[in-house]
Structure formats: structure tokens, C-alpha cells
């Protein structure tokens, strides 16, 4: 009898992911949806979607967002591709203007590199032995308008280091002006080591910024890359 055997490199890292959450007002529902998907080609795919305003309705508007470019993403299509056919739906499809954020990292497992996409989002933090390095955008969310920019940035990973990505509602917590320096010294201050206790503890000393009231839904994911 003849068989087919086909053999594939395995990738050498993997990605480990931890999520802190709250919404305004300490609601139960957020408008903020994330996700974390294996996707095709040994990649993993994390996501971030703000929708506008807070509670059930910026929470369906995100969620759609995230289905949407789970099923683009899963389908085999570019992530930029994926976000401008996003738009489009977004725009064409509604009489009122509805926009959501969009926050993607797509890691290559085998390569140990990670392209970030940001439609509107806010920064991106990568944390490092001994430093924290940034991420920023300076685009539009989508569905705002029918042709939009996309900011993309390609950086390679060590095993250890970590992706910290937030909603607006965690930075806006932080003093005026220097959200994002402040940031970077709660990174960096954070000693836990598994991804869910990091975003614990960067999401309760963002809050203590604001006498622990959550102003906007809040919502910090971390991801870590390890080398098998």
C-alpha cells in the first residue's frame, strides 16, 4: 500500500496572551472586543476594536469589526486588505456614521516578527528586558470615510519580550500629556511575568490614576512571544 506523508517545519515560537477589562462606569457590557486566533502559515493573529461610545451599542459595532476580520483573516486576505474591505462595509452600509478603532498584531510564529496595523488605534507598547518601545497612529478609525490610510509597522521579536495593546479609555486615565511616557514607566514598573498578570496589574495602576472610576471602557491585552 502507498501513502502520502507530508512533512512540515514546526515554528519555533509560540505566543502566550492575557486580557484585563472594565467598562465605564464598572458596567458589565464594554464596547471594547478583542481576538486571539491561530491562523494559516504559523501566525497568530491578536486583535482590538474600540467602538464608539461605550456599552451594548459600541459593543456590537466592535464585535462585528472583530468577526469581520477574524472570517477576512481566516479566508487567507492581507490584514490591510481585510481593514479596507472593512471600511468599505462600514461606510456603504450605514446612513449614520459609525467608526470603530482597529489594533491588529499579526505574529510570525516561525520568524519571530510581529506587523502591527492600526486604523485609529492607540498606541502599541512593546516591552523589552530593560526598555519599552512604542507604536503609534496617526490615522482615522474605520468608517469614517470611504478611502482610508492605514499605519503598518513590521518589528522582530525576542523570545520574552511582550505586546501591550490598549483602548483609548486606558491612556485617556493617565495625566494629560504625557499619557504615554506614563505608560512606559507602568510597563516597565509591572514585575509579573505570565501575560494575564501583567495586564492586571498595568490596568490597576492605570486606574489609580483616576481614584479607581472608569471614565471610558478600558481594556489591556498582552502577548508575549516565547521560543519553544
Not at 477574524?70 to 467608526?99: D, H, W
Not at 472610576?213 to 502577548?223: C, P, Q, S
Request: hydrophobic letters at 40%; charged letters at 30%.
Amino acid at each position: 500500500e502507498y501513502g502520502t506523508i507530508a512533512c512540515m517545519e514546526g515554528a519555533k515560537f509560540q505566543t502566550l496572551q492575557g486580557v484585563a477589562r472594565i467598562g465605564k462606569g464598572l458596567e458589565e457590557i464594554s464596547g471594547d472586543t478583542f481576538l486571539m486566533k491561530d491562523l494559516p502559515g504559523g501566525r497568530k493573529g491578536v486583535a482590538l476594536s474600540d467602538g464608539m461610545g461605550s456599552g451594548e451599542e459600541a459593543f456590537r459595532d466592535s464585535t462585528m469589526v472583530v468577526e469581520m476580520l477574524e472570517e477576512l483573516l481566516e479566508a487567507g486576505f492581507p490584514v490591510e486588505t481585510a481593514v479596507q474591505m472593512m471600511n468599505t462595509a462600514l461606510v456603504i452600509g450605514r446612513e449614520e456614521v459609525k467608526f470603530c478603532t482597529l489594533d491588529v498584531c499579526l505574529f510570525d510564529l516561525y520568524r519571530g516578527s510581529c506587523e502591527f496595523v492600526k486604523a485609529g488605534a492607540a498606541a502599541t507598547f512593546i516591552k523589552k528586558k530593560d526598555k519599552v518601545e512604542k507604536i503609534v497612529s496617526t490615522t482615522l478609525p474605520i468608517g469614517v470615510i470611504q478611502n482610508i490610510e492605514i499605519d503598518r509597522e513590521v518589528c522582530d521579536l525576542e523570545s520574552g519580550d511582550y505586546v501591550v495593546m490598549v483602548t483609548d479609555g486606558v491612556l485617556d486615565a493617565l495625566p494629560t500629556d504625557c499619557e504615554e511616557e506614563t505608560m512606559k514607566e507602568i510597563i516597565l514598573d509591572v514585575q509579573e511575568s505570565a501575560p494575564r498578570e501583567i495586564s492586571r496589574g498595568i490596568l490597576e495602576r492605570v486606574l489609580s490614576y483616576s481614584d479607581y472610576r472608569a471614565r471610558d471602557d478600558m481594556t489591556v491585552l498582552v502577548a508575549s512571544v516565547v521560543r519553544k
